[in-house]
Every structure is written in C-alpha cells, then in structure tokens.
C-alpha cells in the first residue's frame, strides 16, 4: 500500500477510535457522519502539508550557506532526521568557530513522531550547548524551512509550543 494509502487508512482508524472513546467514557452519542467529515479534513491538511514540504526542499539551498561565521560568532550547524517505515529518529550539532574549527558536537537517537520534532529538538539542543559552552554570539543553522520559518514568525501556534 503506498505511504499516502496508509497516511489516509489511519486517520480513518484515528477517528473511529477516537469517536468510539467519546462514546465510550463521555457518554457521546457516535456520529458516522462526522468521523468522515474529521478525517477527510485531517487527511487533505496532511496531504497539503506534505505537498508544502515537496516545495520547501526546493527553497532549502538559501539556508544552508556553508560559510563561516564572523569574527567572535560561533555557529551551530542542527539538523534531525526521522525515518517514518521504522520511526527511527535522531539529530546532530556541531558548533564551529570563526576559523570553521569544530569547538564541540552531539549526535543522539531519540524518540519523536516526526521530522519536523526532531529538527526542533536538533535546535533545542544546539541552544542548550551554545550556553554550556558559554557562548555570547551564537548563529544556528538548519535544513528545515517549517522550523525556521515557525522561530522567524514570533507568536506563531502552528506548531504548538516547540521548546516546552
């Protein structure tokens, strides 16, 4: 079965599970009508996200400048990854200073449910060093337009809390 098969398979389960619940512990009547309605709306938002993502990859070059930073800056480099037949996950960091010499890093496996979480948690992490390490002026780069375009829009919920 191809990947937006089972994406869409899901949310279907997703949401009779979740209109059984209801009925089950909160005494809801079930409403057919409306589990359609909530997952055909769930599954247009994740195919159009994902069709968002396939354009992003595109802008991702402008991010990635490879250059070192000015004089008295160090840079982190962050970066996640998830694997979604396995669930695998993880994120690496490496800071450099403004000769490119790498001052530390850190590569860890985690536990998240998807790419855009462990890009966040790649640059929760970079900050955490940063300041462990004492820095003053910190540049954080990453690959991952949605998490950069979620920290440029100030007050932004699309994406919840990040950093809690």
């Known amino acids: 079965m191809p990947i937006k098969g089972i994406g869409k398979l899901c949310q279907i389960c997703w949401n009779i599970w979740k209109e059984r619940c209801n009925a089950a512990f909160k005494k809801h009547k079930?409403?057919?009508?409306?589990?359609?309605?909530?997952a055909a709306i769930a599954i247009a938002e994740g195919i159009q996200l994902w069709?968002?993502?396939?354009?992003?990859?595109?802008?991702?070059?402008?991010?990635?400048?490879?250059?070192?930073?000015?004089?008295?800056w160090v840079?982190?480099?962050?970066?996640?990854a998830f694997d979604v037949n396995s669930g695998a996950a993880g994120f690496g960091i490496l800071a450099?200073?403004?000769?490119?010499?790498?001052?530390?890093?850190?590569?860890?496996?985690i536990d998240t449910q998807n790419a855009f979480l462990a890009e966040a948690m790649a640059?929760?992490?970079?900050?955490?060093?940063?300041?462990k390490l004492r820095c003053e002026k910190v540049i954080m780069e990453t690959d991952s337009?949605?998490?950069y375009n979620a920290v440029k829009e100030k007050g932004s919920q699309r994406f919840g809390s990040i950093f809690s």
């Open 123 to 131: 640059l929760k992490e970079g900050l955490k060093l940063g300041r």
């Open 75 to 80: 840079k982190f480099n962050v970066d996640g």
């Open 51 to 72: 069709e968002d993502n396939q354009q992003e990859q595109l802008k991702r070059r402008w991010i990635i400048n490879g250059k070192k930073p000015d004089a008295g």
């Open 30 to 38: 079930p409403d057919p009508e409306a589990v359609i309605r909530r």
């Open 145 to 147: 337009i949605m998490l």
């Open 96 to 109: 450099r200073d403004d000769d490119g010499r790498l001052i530390d890093g850190i590569g860890r496996t």
